[in-house]
């Protein structure tokens, strides 16, 4: 009884028998897998980051002084984007001051000195929750291509076996063009679930990070004049910035 060259037992034997095909399907099997590494990876890290930094939040609206904050930062370890830029703002605040009565040739301001050590931090940090984002861009741009490169040189395959059988009946030519387009399916297939994942990542990360602006803002403000946001709005009571006692 001979085997149909239909459905995906054809396909596979096909791929299997040819080493540009295999080659071409290796590769995007390699993708899809790396693709939904990164999408499940970046996901949970941007849930766990979010529950963490709900939870910082909450800690740096309920201290009434630098001194209560610095020590919660230093029994814990910080996990969260929030906090490490809460602990490299209080350093940054507490070096410029121990450092500023004997340096009367001070090269910035003590705000100055806070706002870089500040954004040098925010930097790091963006930089290192959105690492992999741009494999998975390339991933969702470049997969239909690569399918259709294999779709490409299915069908030549294909043309060459009809032109040495001599025929071309719709068995003969069906088989091995069906066999090809299938290469462009499965490049589609890998790339818009990256595409889709990709655009709510980047969403949900833009997000994120404009809520960490927000708070550099208002952490500057603390550190700088030792009222917060809303105690400048005069939901609460000023306290004393107090960078000795921090220390």
Known sequence: ????????????????????????????????????????????????????????????EKVDSLQALNKILRQEITH????????HGIQAAVHHERIAPNRANLICSHSEFITRA???????????????????????????????????????????????????SLETVAAPVGEALIMTAI?????????????ALVRGYQAYFSELD?????????LNTGDKVMQQLGALPPQPLTLQEAA
């Open 118 to 168: 500040m954004r040098r931090i925010i930097n790091k940090e963006t930089e290192s929750l959105k690492a992999g984002l741009s494999i998975l861009a390339s991933i969702a741009s470049t997969a239909p291509f690569i399918g259709l490169l294999g779709t490409v040189l299915g069908i030549y395959g294909a043309l060459m076996q009809i032109s040495s059988a001599g025929s071309a």
């Open 1 to 60: 009884m001979q085997t149909s060259h239909f459905g995906i037992d054809g396909f596979l034997l096909h791929v299997a028998e040819n080493p540009l095909a295999l080659t071409i399907g290796v590769i995007l099997l390699f993708m899809s897998l790396l693709s939904w590494y990164l999408l499940f990876s970046k996901t949970i890290t941007l849930i766990f980051i979010k529950a963490r930094t709900r939870r910082f939040r909450r800690q740096f």
């Open 80 to 87: 969260d984007p929030f906090s490490r830029l809460t602990l």
């Open 187 to 199: 490049g589609l297939a890998v790339a818009i679930p990256a595409v889709l994942g990709y655009n």
């Open 214 to 222: 927000a708070f550099a803002h208002d952490l500057y403000a603390y």
